[in-house]
Nanobody, 126 residues
Framework: VQLQASGGGLVQPGGSLTLSCAASGFRLGGYSIGWFRQVSGNGREGVASLGGTDSEQYYSDSVKGRFTLSRDKDKNTVYLQMENLKPGDTAVYYC????????????????????WGVGTQVTVSS
């Protein structure tokens, strides 16, 4: 049972990246997937979360309107499409899973997620 985040890289300001969070050993149905980011020395910041249904999407104010969540049930994968990237988006990005019964409650709190994937580095720089 694990999550694997991928898709990070180096991109110029204003550019785009799409991160993937692939689940193995379990089906994503019934789980919420949260995306967090962390800059060295700081705690993990909740960026976005996709609930049990595709209509349950939550975003932090810092990424709202620029980041978009989606899900491919066949591939058992959740995506985070990031557009108009800024240097302040530079961080290691992690995906995490929790029971979808949580709904919107504390979606951006890392301690409510029980399964974490290895992070992927996103660097926004010219």
């Amino acid at each position: 049972v694990q999550l694997q985040a991928s898709g990070g890289g180096l991109v110029q300001p204003g550019g785009s990246l799409t991160l993937s969070c692939a689940a193995s050993g379990f089906r994503l149905g019934g789980y919420s997937i949260g995306w967090f980011r962390q800059v060295s020395g700081n705690g993990r910041e909740g960026v976005a979360s996709l609930g049990g249904t595709d209509s349950e999407q939550y975003y932090s104010d810092s990424v709202k309107g620029r980041f978009t969540l989606s899900r491919d049930k066949d591939k058992n994968t959740v995506y985070l499409q990031m557009e108009n990237l800024k240097p302040g988006d530079t961080a290691v990005y992690y995906c995490a899973a929790r029971d979808a019964a949580w709904g919107a409650r504390r979606w951006n709190r890392s301690n409510t997620y029980g399964l974490w994937g290895v992070g992927t580095q996103v660097t926004v720089s010219s």
